[in-house]
Structures are given as structure tokens and as C-alpha cells.
């Protein structure tokens, strides 16, 4: 029987190093892999090596920034707990909401991708009651898997990074033997627009290290190991992603036209058995992606609940497993809700959108907090932090600006629902001392 918030055991913290530089890298090994190097060929072509290299800087200004705020704090929440500790329970609250949602937005599409590429195997899983059973299967075991505890999901999550490095390793490895040097042209370099589209689906495809700092509560050292993992997995997924696009860019002719790029290369430079082989592991990829977010997501409730900012029994934690099962199950349903009806790409740029405005939130924390007295100690110190802070706002600020007039409308109201949950437990009676 599952104990009441009040009387709920702590959150065990049973996430190691290696365990939680694994659940940065599974969580960013995502979905873009799978589908970008072909959208953003197609945006910008050879120049998307740019782009990259773009990107990439931006994160690493961004994940500085994340590796010394978070190091003032060990508990659950990543950027919530960051921002209403920094800028007040309201814009706390604000991030809170909006990560959790594009969490679930982002399970969501990629389950959506699961299917997409499982239905190569069999047809009838593209639609009707196969789809829908899949998607419910997914839903229904990972939330078991996370229900029965951490540190039993956290050696599974590993697993699920070991596979996924290996497999996309060897497809880049092997595919660099088979790149043709002629196939990379430099016509004139691309207008803002195009450029400007294909670094901001990159940030999504970087994306990651911020969910991974959500369940900081269940890691151990987390002072020291969230920073210290952030830049090892990144320069890790960085290396990796590079490689996949001169992989694809130098070997499959018709890149622009291809919707499973890594599959196709796969079979241009190892024959069908590769194409087929690169498929399998983009279901792991997936799946793995899917894990990584049913951890996380659930997490980021709890922290809320648990600073009174939404209902209590959300951070009820289960008293023999010691996870936050009320949390996992509300997050569970939503995204099998959304995961039945909604699509894959305008969630993936919405996402990222939503990413950026925290990740400006974040970046800015960190002069706020060396200027606070009251505020943790850091164990991790950033060189010139000012002005990495002050660069890491101003990209993202000039990434916010591309977003279309729907995709800005869609994010103020989901701004605006929040305003309202927010107003309404403000005005709950509170609890008496």
C-alpha cells in the first residue's frame, strides 16, 4: 500500500555517474538523429555541417551556464527548481508547467516515430487498432518499469545508451569509408532564414541535458555529477551527430527526398541487411528516447507537488519503491492521450521553442545567483560566466525570433493555462502549521 505525501519516504538516490552521463546521452540521442539530416540538407545543404557547428557552440554556452546554477542545488526539478529559487515562485511555476508539457508533447511525437518506422516491419501498425495497441503497450510498460523503482529503470535506461551508441557508432564508422568527397558542394551561403530554421531544429536535436537534470533528487554527489556528466555527454553526442550527417551527406544521393536518411545511407553503402539493421535501431533509439522521457517527465510533477505549487498527492511516493507513482500515472495518461492523436514534427519545433525560453530563464540565473547572498554555494564555477550567460541569452533570444505566428500563439496559451492553475492554488486555503 502506498503511503501519503506526508508521511512519503525521500526519493532514493540511487543514479550514478555513469548511470546519469548515460540518461543525458540516451535522452539527446533522440528522435532528430533519425529525421533531421535530411530536413536540414534539404534547408541549407553541405552548409548544415555549419549549422552544426552553430548549434553546437550555442549548447555548450547553455550547458555551461546549466553546469554552474545546477551545481548550487541537489534536489528534483532541473530548471524548475533553478528558476523559482532564482526568479520567484510565478516564473518558477511558468517553467515547471511548460517543460512538463513539451515533456509530454516530445513522448508523444516519438512514439509516433516508433510506429512510423516499426510499420517497415509490418503495414497495419501505420493506423487503427495495431497503432493504437502499440502505443498503449509502450505507455503501460514504461510506466511499470519506472513504478517498480529507479534504480532498476536507471540500469535499463544504461543498457538502452550502450545499444544506441554501438549501433549509430558502427553506421557512422562503417559509412565514413563509403563517403564520396564530391558530393559535398558549396553553392553561396544560405539566406538568415533557411540558416536560422536549420540551427533552431538543431537545438532540438541537442536537446536533452535539461530533462536529465530533472530527477537530480535520485542522483548521487548531484552537485558534482550533473556538471561534470553535462559536458561529457554532450561532447559525445556532438562528435556522434557530426559524423552521422558527412555519413549521410557523402553516401545517399537523393538526401532531400529521403524521410529515414539513416536507413537509406545504411543501405547505399551495406546493401538492404544494413538498411533493415539501421530500422531495428531506430526502434531502440526510440524506445530508449521514450524511457529517458517516462523517467524524467513524472520527476518534474513531483518537484512541484512537493513545493506546493500543484496538489500534494502528486508527490505521494510509493512506500516500498520510493518512486513517484501518482506522478508517473498522471504522466502516463496524458501521453498516451496525446500519443494516439497527435503528430510528430510541429511537437518537436514547439518543444524547442519551449526549450529555449527556459534555457534563456537558466542561463540568466547564473549572474543572478553569484550576486545573491542567500543563494548555495557553487561547486562548479564557470570562467567568464558573464559574458557565457549574457551570449547564451542572446542566441536564444535570436532563435525565439524565427518561431511562426502559430507556434508563438500556441505557446501563449499554454503561458496562459498555466497563469490560471497557478492563480487557482494560489487562492487554496493553506495547510495549517
Same mark, same amino acid.
Given at each position: 500500500m502506498a503511503s501519503t505525501p506526508t508521511t512519503s519516504p525521500v526519493l532514493l538516490r540511487g543514479i550514478g555517474r555513469f548511470d546519469f552521463i548515460a540518461l543525458i546521452i540516451n535522452i539527446t540521442i533522440g528522435a532528430g538523429i533519425l529525421g533531421l539530416p535530411a530536413k536540414l540538407y534539404t534547408l541549407v545543404g553541405s552548409w548544415s555541417l555549419l549549422a552544426y557547428g552553430v548549434s553546437g557552440i550555442i549548447v555548450t554556452l547553455i550547458i555551461l551556464c546549466f553546469a554552474e546554477v545546477s551545481s548550487r542545488f541537489s534536489g528534483t526539478g532541473g530548471p524548475y527548481l533553478y528558476t523559482r529559487r532564482t526568479f520567484g515562485p510565478l516564473i518558477g511555476f511558468e517553467v515547471g508547467w511548460l517543460f512538463w508539457l513539451s515533456r509530454v508533447a516530445a513522448f508523444a511525437s516519438i512514439c509516433n516515430l516508433f510506429i512510423s518506422y516499426a510499420a517497415l516491419f509490418r503495414p497495419q501498425l501505420a493506423s487503427g487498432w495495431e497503432r493504437a495497441g502499440v502505443i498503449t503497450a509502450l505507455v503501460l510498460g514504461l510506466s511499470l518499469l519506472n513504478y517498480v523503482g529507479v534504480k532498476r529503470s536507471a540500469r535499463i535506461n544504461t543498457l538502452f545508451t550502450l545499444a544506441k551508441l554501438g549501433a549509430i557508432g558502427l553506421f557512422a564508422a562503417v559509412g565514413l569509408f563509403f563517403v564520396k568527397t564530391e558530393t559535398f558542394t558549396w553553392p553561396p551561403f544560405p539566406a538568415y532564414s533557411p540558416f536560422s530554421q536549420s540551427v533552431l531544429l538543431l537545438i532540438f536535436t541537442f536537446s536533452g541535458f535539461d530533462v536529465a537534470t530533472i530527477p537530480s533528487g535520485e542522483v548521487q554527489q548531484p552537485q558534482r555529477t550533473v556538471p561534470i556528466s553535462l559536458l561529457i555527454a554532450i561532447g559525445t553526442v556532438a562528435l556522434l551527430f557530426m559524423a552521422v550527417q558527412v555519413v549521410c551527406i557523402g553516401t545517399l544521393p537523393n538526401l532531400t527526398q529521403s524521410e529515414r536518411p539513416l536507413a537509406d545511407a545504411a543501405t547505399q553503402f551495406m546493401g538492404p541487411v544494413g538498411g533493415w539493421v539501421i530500422t531495428a535501431v531506430a526502434l531502440l533509439t526510440a524506445m530508449g528516447t521514450l524511457? #529517458?522521457?517516462? !523517467?524524467?517527465? %513524472? &520527476?518534474?510533477? /513531483?518537484?512541484? #507537488?512537493?513545493?506546493?505549487?500543484?496538489?500534494?498527492?502528486? #508527490? *505521494?511516493?510509493? *512506500? &516500498?519503491? &520510493?518512486?513517484p507513482y501518482v506522478a508517473i500515472f498522471v504522466t502516463a495518461a496524458l501521453q498516451l492521450l496525446l500519443a494516439i492523436t497527435g503528430t510528430f514534427l510541429y511537437a518537436l519545433t514547439l518543444s524547442t521553442l519551449i526549450r529555449l525560453a527556459y534555457f534563456a530563464l537558466v542561463s540568466a540565473a547564473l549572474p543572478v545567483l553569484r550576486l545573491r547572498?542567500?543563494? %548555495? %554555494?557553487?561547486? /562548479?564555477? =564557470?570562467?567568464?560566466?558573464?559574458?557565457? *550567460?549574457? !551570449?547564451? =541569452? =542572446?542566441?536564444?533570444?535570436?532563435?525565439? *525570433?524565427?518561431?511562426?505566428? =502559430?507556434?508563438? &500563439?500556441d505557446v501563449s496559451i499554454a503561458i496562459g493555462v498555466g497563469l490560471l492553475i497557478f492563480a487557482l492554488m494560489q487562492r487554496r486555503p493553506k495547510p495549517r502549521q
Open positions: 524511457h #529517458a522521457l517516462m !523517467l524524467t517527465g %513524472p &520527476r518534474l510533477l /513531483f518537484a512541484m #507537488a512537493e513545493q506546493g505549487q500543484l496538489p500534494s498527492w502528486l #508527490a *505521494s511516493t510509493h *512506500s &516500498r519503491f &520510493r518512486t547572498t542567500d543563494a %548555495p %554555494p557553487a561547486q /562548479f564555477h =564557470v570562467a567568464g560566466g558573464w559574458l557565457i *550567460s549574457g !551570449l547564451a =541569452v =542572446v542566441f536564444c533570444g535570436w532563435l525565439l *525570433s524565427n518561431s511562426s505566428a =502559430v507556434e508563438a &500563439r
